[in-house]
């Protein structure tokens, strides 16, 4: 069993910054891509920034040079910088990793976190 957890979401004014953490713990041999998307009350989620084991970086068009991903795959953790924050960034943030739980085997099982809270007020 493989859980993803969030932490660093919260109220921030326009303008300002925040910093999530995503750590992946439990049964993990390997991580392919981890990324992180959002979900605005009545909208679809979406997808906000990827990257892959190979630090190869993705990022939606609304978030590019305010945001940026990286990850320490020592510690199975994925981060999400977030500067110029905008009132449309208000959102829940979730976190997505591809695992592999097994050596023996090579299947990879898409995992998600349970979701932070960020709201940027204006």
């Known amino acids: 069993q493989v859980q993803l957890v969030e932490s660093g979401g919260g109220l921030v004014q326009a303008g300002g910054s925040l910093r999530l953490s995503c750590a992946a713990s439990?049964?993990?041999?390997?991580?392919?891509?981890m990324g992180w998307y959002r979900q605005a009350p009545g909208n679809q989620r979406e997808l906000v920034a990827k990257?892959?084991?190979?630090?190869?970086?993705s990022y939606a068009d609304s978030v590019k040079g305010r945001f940026s991903i990286s990850r320490d795959n020592a510690k199975n953790t994925v981060f999400l910088q977030m500067n110029s924050l905008k009132p449309e960034d208000t959102a829940v943030y979730y976190c997505?990793?591809?695992?592999?739980?097994?050596?023996?085997?090579?299947?990879?099982?898409?995992?998600w976190g349970q979701g932070t809270q960020v709201t940027v007020s204006s």
């Open positions: 990257i892959t084991s190979g630090s190869s970086t």
């Open positions: 439990g049964s993990i041999f390997s991580i392919n891509a």
């Open positions: 997505n990793a591809d695992v592999r739980p097994s050596p023996y085997r090579s299947s990879y099982y898409n995992c």
